[in-house]
């Protein structure tokens, strides 16, 4: 009987593949925020829970992809269109999952951890 290796299960990839895509809304909204004065930038947003829910329903055995979408956020007279509250806003409200998600994998390791003594 084989044994997988700690961390290889379904809910480890699920947990990872957030953590991914939380990683790359963060980096998305720091571009953002960085450009917030500059002509004719057009923010994005990411876009990864409609393909993390697909991989929970096929058992976390599915690729998870994190898009780039274009905000709807109104543009302004030199074209560019980041809202910097509803930036500053997104970049907590990330902040705060990724430390949920991180803690679950800290669990998960102490649960496994449990089982096995």
């Given at each position: 009987?084989?044994?997988?290796?700690?961390?290889?299960?379904?809910?480890?990839?699920?947990?990872?593949?957030?953590?991914?895509?939380?990683?790359?809304?963060?980096?998305?909204?720091?571009?953002?925020?960085?450009n917030?004065?500059?002509?004719?930038?057009?923010?994005?947003?990411?876009?990864?829970?409609?393909?993390?829910?697909?991989?929970?329903?096929?058992?976390?055995?599915?690729?998870?992809?994190?898009?780039?979408?274009?905000?709807?956020?109104?543009?302004?007279?030199?074209?560019?269109?980041?809202?910097?509250?509803?930036?500053?806003?997104?970049?907590?409200?990330?902040?705060?999952?990724?430390?949920l998600?991180?803690?679950?994998?800290?669990?998960?390791?102490?649960?496994?951890?449990?089982?096995?003594?």
């Amino acid at each position: 009987m084989s044994v997988p290796a700690i961390g290889s299960d379904s809910v480890f990839a699920v947990l990872n593949s957030a953590l991914d895509g939380l990683t790359v809304r963060q980096n998305v909204i720091a571009d953002n925020i960085a450009n917030v004065d500059t002509p004719g930038f057009r923010a994005t947003s990411v876009d990864f829970e409609t393909s993390l829910r697909s991989a929970i329903e096929n058992g976390g055995r599915t690729a998870v992809s994190a898009k780039e979408l274009p905000t709807d956020t109104p543009v302004g007279a030199n074209g560019n269109n980041v809202d910097l509250r509803k930036e500053t806003l997104a970049a907590t409200q990330t902040q705060f999952q990724y430390q949920l998600m991180t803690r679950a994998v800290s669990d998960r390791f102490a649960l496994i951890r449990t089982a096995a003594s």
